[in-house]
């Protein structure tokens, strides 16, 4: 059964922790376009590894997202990684058969590479990226990292062309889904589509972004694997991050073990199965968030009883990845031509 419109607002505001537009430009769009295009990016790792937002929570929003009636757009950005170029689109076709395995509707998405479409109308492109530039001062764009005053000049075109991707690869693209920490390119996209013609302003549904295991850890990095959960991490690993993860007593603001359950369990499993002995308070079984936290702070839900059942659910939600590159030769093959070791493959 079709969703009606505001059932698939709903369906898509539950993939954003902020909509700049608003509800109310979703609305119009989706009464007025019953199949808008979503673009989302992806920018392959050098290190090739995937970690579980980029996996598990890209194929939660995606498949929300056609569900909604979207058509999805995927960017792999390969062009400005630098290096061997064939190495990163195998890392790309990698991460592809990843979300293959994990159940993205595929028959909902079309892929997109950087490097073909700029090569193909780079006589669009750079003027594009040039008329930004022009309109960007550039206090903003080093406002945009941590470190302002000692940026680098690539790091300021970074922006700029993460913003001209977005308005140059798909002028008839609707909605955009980014990151929190991609806000302000998602607002000068919005400024500067003033200036082309034909152009309307891209919704951006803004997702949260889930923090490393490490306490005060407020984004996961692809460079240190140990506070993070990846795609390829074997059961032995994920139990052993999540048992060293911060998880402080009673407390839920900025905890992760919390947050994972929250933004990656929650969404995939619909429920949270926690096991323990009478004594303990005996088993019982989540399907809440705000049940959850409520027996957390007031005690009942104990660090002890949360940091297994969360490594058991994240290895079930991992596991049809890992038969998938275990048994399937083609999958195997991709992991070789990205050299991506996966401890799991014999």
């Not at 005053?149 to 308005?167: F, G, S, T, Y």
């Amino acid at each position: 059964m079709a969703m009606g419109v505001e059932e698939r607002v709903a369906t898509l505001l539950s993939t954003a922790e902020e909509c700049v537009g608003g509800e109310d430009e979703l609305l119009t769009l989706l009464h007025r376009n019953p199949r808008p295009i979503c673009f989302h990016s992806f920018e392959p790792s050098a290190s090739g590894r995937l970690d579980i937002a980029q996996g598990v929570g890209k194929v939660i929003d995606v498949n929300k997202m056609i569900r909604a009636g979207c058509r999805v757009k995927i960017l792999i950005q390969d062009q400005r990684m630098g290096g061997d170029l064939n190495k990163i689109r195998a890392t790309g076709h990698h991460m592809i058969e990843v979300w293959k395995a994990l159940g993205m509707d595929l028959d909902g998405v079309e892929f997109v590479w950087s490097s073909e479409e700029t090569n193909k109308r780079a006589h669009e492109y750079w003027p594009m990226v040039m008329g930004l530039a022009r309109e960007t001062k550039v206090g903003r764009l080093a406002s945009l990292h941590p470190d302002g005053k000692n940026v680098m000049v690539d790091q300021l075109w970074e922006p700029i062309m993460r913003c001209a991707d977005i308005l140059f690869l798909d002028l008839e693209a609707d909605i955009c889904q980014m990151g929190m920490d991609q806000r302000e390119v998602g607002m000068m996209a919005r400024e500067y589509s003033e200036h082309i013609e034909g152009a309307s302003k891209p919704i951006f549904l803004l997702h949260h972004l889930l923090p490393g295991l490490k306490e005060g850890q407020q984004k996961m990095s692809n460079s240190d694997p140990y506070p993070a959960i990846f795609m390829f991490d074997n059961e032995v690993d994920v139990k052993s991050k999540i048992k060293k993860a911060f998880c402080p007593v009673k407390i839920t603001e900025g905890n992760p073990c919390l947050e994972y359950i929250q933004h990656i369990v929650f969404p995939w499993v619909g429920k949270f199965e926690v096991l323990r002995n009478e004594r303990s308070g005996g088993n019982r079984t989540y399907v809440t968030m705000e049940e959850l936290l409520a027996d957390y702070i007031s005690g009942t839900l104990h660090p002890g009883d949360v940091k297994p059942a969360l490594a058991k659910a994240i290895n079930q939600i991992l596991q049809p990845v890992r038969d998938h590159f275990k048994k399937n030769y083609d999958a195997k093959v991709l992991c070789n031509a990205a050299k991506v070791s996966v401890r799991f493959i014999s």
